[in-house]
């Protein structure tokens, strides 16, 4: 990680948050941690991360992400010391994926399956491998992977959100696309000596939705769903969405354990965001709730 973990990126949008109403979803204190809750860990890969962190990654980062990560690991570590369920989610695209520019789509090639930059960030794959030691609740699970359509989120989508917000392809039908929306437990023969394993060859012929994993995980009762990640106005924010979604109650985006996108120059949000606050403000409301950090590590 970079020497200097600056945070000024987050204070500032934090700030437009507030202003926008955000204030008003943000929860001052939470329950103690305990085994019927999940930490949803989003798409801390090489390529999310800034060049200047992740030499090796960087196609797709997001700036300041790497400032956000000892947060993250710690709340990886609270969550397990808990026997809470802990879950990541790797964007796993083939290299003719839909969302890529080369193929039409919006964005730069990023997370191709087998890359380098589709590994976790270091610290995070330690993070996770030391968890996974410790408690056998920890799960890796794969988004993205069919080529026909994006999924931001790591649950389902409704058909009509998935048509006006995800990349895909214009001469299928979104109805075709959907049921490959969100993440899916994959398995993983090599996964106990390698954190990055890739999935096996048929291991999607008997792929496991994030929904049900997370309510098999935790014993059939999901008491809440806490999420952090990176980038906090595209994924992080559509796996809460889709999770309210998918009949999850109390979901919990916890702020300074991710950064929104912010690319001076073409966002025309403050200092250079993509995404107005307000517009997620709008979108949470009623479904989805904040916090930070300290609230749950004391």
């Not at 979803?25 to 941690?33: F, G, M, V």
């Not at 999310?48 to 710690?74: C, H, K, N, Q, Y």
């Not at 559509?238 to 120059?265: C, K, N, Q, W, Y």
Request: proline share 6%; hydrophobic share 45%; net charge negative.
């Amino acid at each position: 990680m970079a020497a200097e973990a600056s945070t000024a990126l987050l204070d500032e949008y934090t700030t437009l948050f507030d202003a926008a109403g955000g204030a008003a979803l943000r929860l001052s204190e939470t329950d103690p941690i305990g085994k019927n809750d999940v930490l949803l860990v989003i798409d801390m890969q090489n390529d999310f991360l800034p060049a200047s962190d992740a030499p090796d990654g960087g196609r797709f980062g997001v700036a300041e992400g790497g400032s956000a990560v000892p947060t993250m690991i710690a709340l990886i570590n609270k969550f397990t010391d808990a026997e809470a369920v802990v879950v990541a989610t790797r964007d796993y695209h083939p290299v003719d994926h839909c969302s890529f520019d080369s193929e039409g789509g919006p964005f730069p090639s990023h997370c191709v399956q087998g890359s380098v930059g589709s590994k976790f960030f270091p610290p995070i794959g330690e993070a996770l491998t030391e968890a996974r030691k410790r408690h056998d609740n920890v799960h890796i699970v794969f988004k993205g992977f069919f080529e026909e359509i994006d999924s931001f989120g790591a649950f389902k989508y409704a058909e009509p959100h998935a048509e006006t917000r995800l990349a895909h392809k214009l001469d299928v039908p979104v109805s075709c696309g959907v049921p490959w929306t969100g993440a899916f437990k994959l398995k993983q023969s090599n996964l106990s000596n390698d954190i990055d394993a890739p999935p096996d060859v048929l291991s999607v012929t008997k792929k496991v939705p994030l929904a049900d994993l997370l309510r098999t995980a935790a014993g059939g009762a999901v008491k809440r769903i806490f999420v952090v990640g990176l980038a906090l106005d595209f994924c992080v924010l559509d796996t809460a969405l889709t999770a309210a979604g998918a009949d999850f109650e109390d979901v919990i985006v916890v702020l300074d354990a991710s950064r929104a996108a912010h690319i001076p120059g073409v966002g025309s949000v403050g200092s250079g965001f993509l995404t107005d606050p307000k517009t997620m403000v709008e979108q949470c409301a009623d479904k989805v709730k904040f916090v930070n950090s300290s609230a749950i590590l004391g």
